[in-house]
């Protein structure tokens, strides 16, 4: 149903971007997009915090998908998740745009480190002291064929963008 704010202080909102797990299935660094949301979730938990899972469908932007998930968020912390694989942590008093770590580069983010991230989330909701977390360096360049992914991608989200409020998910790994 409709996803409402939430007064838990002890609660990370996890924003998933339109098609996530509707039309788009894999990130474009070969995990699922279950196994992706499964490890965010992980890290949450590691640190005794809750999480709640929401699909913002009125925008494929990560920053307005984690911003739209940090205001319904009780801590006011959030994740955003886009079908590709892009991660954000987000804080309710920022500006859309202006996210707390961003994971930008999709092919190179792995599952440990989306458990970080979950776990990075968490801490800035406690107030406690994050990790640092790096994306691995290489010198060998995306190239054409990532950034053709990238357009079907996007073109796949855009279709799935509609007005409307979120919506609360329950997840199912069955």
């Known amino acids: 149903g409709p996803a409402r704010i939430r007064a838990r202080a002890d609660e ?67 994740v955003g998740l886009q079908a590709k694989g892009t991660a954000l942590i987000h804080r309710a008093d920022l500006p859309p745009l202006g996210n707390l770590e961003l994971y930008s580069i999709a092919p190179r983010v792995t599952a440990e480190l989306y458990r970080g991230l979950g776990r990075n989330a968490a801490r800035y909701a406690k107030g406690a002291p994050v990790d640092p977390l790096l994306l691995p360096e290489s010198s060998e360049p995306l190239g054409p064929k990532y950034h053709a992914r990238v357009v079907q991608l996007v073109a796949i989200e855009r279709r799935h963008c509609r007005p409307g409020e979120p919506v609360e998910l329950e997840p199912s790994w069955s």
């Open 12 to 78: 990370v909102v996890v924003g998933l971007s339109p098609a996530f797990g509707e039309d788009i299935w894999v990130a474009l660094n070969g995990l699922t997009v279950a196994e992706v949301l499964r490890q965010v979730l992980a890290g949450i938990e590691e640190e005794g915090l809750t999480s709640r899972v929401v699909r913002i469908s009125h925008s494929i932007d990560l920053g307005a998908i984690g911003w739209t998930a940090a205001q319904l968020s009780g801590s006011g912390v959030s």
